[in-house]
T-cell receptor, first 111, second 113 residues
Framework: KQEVTQIPAALSVPEGENLVLNCSFT??????LQWFRQDPGKGLTSLLL?????REQTSGRLNASLDKSSGRSTLYIAASQPGDSATYLC??????????FGGGTRLMVKP | ETGVTQSPTHLIKTRGQQVTLRCSSQ?????VSWYQQALGQGPQFIFQ???????GRGNFPPRFSGLQFPNYSSELNVNALELDDSALYLC????????????FGPGTRLTVT
């Protein structure tokens, strides 16, 4: 059974810091890994998707890497801003594109 | 291109009642998945529908059931509601191939009292 863990569970940083969110998964037989952002009480917004054959993806200040063999992914956020405050979720896709999520990292960026 | 929409936004039900939640997929997507997200946790996969048939199911009891219609919209039905069913219910649409992104709706907040 696939299990996804995200560390840390919560993170508070001052504005402008670069930060790394971690995601690990137990079964390396995945199709892809996706990072999402969730604002309080809202749905999920897809940030980055990394196919199983890829090593990383970049979008603006965000960079996500994937190491399938070790079962790890990181989301790097450069020059953090208060607007980045949200919960960040990683999810891995198995057969049929059914997602298994981690518990999320709650990020607070202080002005 | 329209996004994924869900209705209602919020719902309050009493234990033992039944509820139906609705989801309209993103245009062109033929697969819809439903997830349950309890407060402070990550979403958990309930089931997935592809071309009107259930295509996979998570660890949820049979009182959670669904439908997908020819226009690819979907319903989630929950019978005999329990207090632990209180959660945010999310639907996501995608193309069938596993390499494609999933696009989520805003969710329905269900409270069972």
């Amino acid at each position: 059974k696939q299990e996804v863990t995200q560390i840390p569970a919560a993170l508070s940083v001052p504005e402008g810091e670069n930060l790394v969110l971690n995601c690990s998964f137990t079964d390396s037989a995945i199709y892809n890994l996706q990072w999402f952002r969730q604002d309080p009480g809202k749905g999920l917004t897809s940030l980055l998707l990394i196919q199983s054959s890829q090593r990383e993806q970049t979008s603006g200040r965000l960079n996500a890497s994937l190491d399938k063999s070790s079962g790890r992914s990181t989301l790097y956020i450069a020059a953090s801003q208060p607007g980045d405050s949200a919960t960040y979720l990683c999810a891995v896709s198995r057969a049929g594109n059914m997602l298994t999520f981690g518990g999320g990292t709650r990020l607070m960026v202080k002005p | 291109e329209t996004g994924v929409t869900q209705s209602p936004t919020h719902l309050i039900k009493t234990r033992g009642q039944q509820v139906t939640l609705r989801c309209s997929s993103q245009s062109g997507h033929n697969t819809v998945s439903w997830y349950q997200q309890a407060l402070g946790q990550g979403p958990q996969f309930i089931f997935q529908y592809y071309r009107e048939e259930e295509n996979g199911r998570g660890n949820f009891p049979p009182r959670f059931s669904g439908l997908q219609f020819p226009n690819y919209s979907s319903e989630l039905n929950v019978n005999a509601l329990e207090l632990d069913d209180s959660a945010l219910y999310l639907c996501a649409s995608s193309l069938a191939e596993s390499s494609y992104e999933q696009y989520f709706g805003p969710g329905t907040r269900l409270t069972v009292t």
